[in-house]
């Protein structure tokens, strides 16, 4: 167990709908990280936030946004949800940038869209 | 940011042979980090080895990187069906992004 937790563990929901998954991570931890993995494939790098400001972004659209707060918490809110986002969705958190240190995952938050 | 290409893309091997995994990428690196994930324990840490080192140990793993041939290796020593899982090794720059790839998928039969 990493220490770090997701919820919700399941979510479905439907085309267009928004969805907020949150992170906590773990205790010492100020980088939050996730990313998104679709059935048989590596997880995808979606953003990173070191200490509450986005600083790094992978090839996703804007209607993925995140959110870090004081006590490093973290939200991933994707917008005008198209099939395709269904996956799953894993967090992980650092004690600093993700290169320099090794990441701690959550168990992930299974999403479908229908 | 870059991601690594694992070789092979599946193995099977039997409980108490070795398994050999590797991995090359493309451009220089800070360190290369080594990840499992298997359905009972999700994507778990396994070794993190910086571009100066050449060998690291952790219990039955064991990782080397050369750096001139842009390529790491991950040996998985004495297996046990609990090593069933996906094997990613991950590149990492100067940036940090980590990007993975489609991993290696080690299947360990009793």
């Known amino acids: 167990e990493t220490g770090v937790t997701q919820s919700p563990t399941h979510l479905i929901k439907t085309r267009g709908q928004q969805v907020t998954l949150r992170c906590s991570s773990q205790?010492?931890?100020?980088?939050v990280s996730w990313y998104q993995q679709a059935l048989g494939q590596g997880p995808q790098f979606i953003f990173q936030?070191?200490?509450?400001?986005?600083?790094g972004r992978g090839n996703f659209p804007p209607r993925f946004s995140g959110l870090q707060f004081p006590n490093y918490s973290s939200e991933l809110n994707v917008n005008a949800l198209e099939l395709d986002d269904s996956a799953l969705y894993l967090c992980?958190?650092?004690?600093?940038?993700?290169?320099?240190?090794?990441?701690?995952f959550g168990p992930g938050t299974r999403l479908t869209v229908t | 940011s870059q991601q690594g290409e694992e070789d092979p893309q599946a193995l099977s091997i039997q409980e108490g042979e070795n398994a050999t995994m590797n991995c090359s990428y493309k451009t220089s690196i800070n360190n290369l980090q080594w990840y499992r994930q298997n359905s009972g324990r999700g994507l778990v840490h396994l070794i993190l080895?910086?571009?100066?080192?050449r060998e690291k140990h952790s219990g039955r793993l064991r990782v080397t990187l050369d750096t001139s041939k842009k390529s790491s290796s991950l040996l998985i020593t004495a297996s046990r069906a609990a090593d069933t899982a996906s094997y990613f090794c991950?590149?990492?720059?100067?940036?940090?992004?980590?990007?993975f790839g489609a991993g290696t998928q080690v299947v360990v039969t009793p």
């Open positions: 936030y070191y200490r509450e400001e986005e600083n």
């Open positions: 992980a958190s650092s004690q600093g940038w993700t290169g320099q240190y090794e990441q701690y």
């Open positions: 991950v590149p990492s720059d100067s940036w940090g992004k980590l990007q």
């Open positions: 080895i910086r571009s100066n080192e």
């Open positions: 205790s010492g931890h100020n980088t």
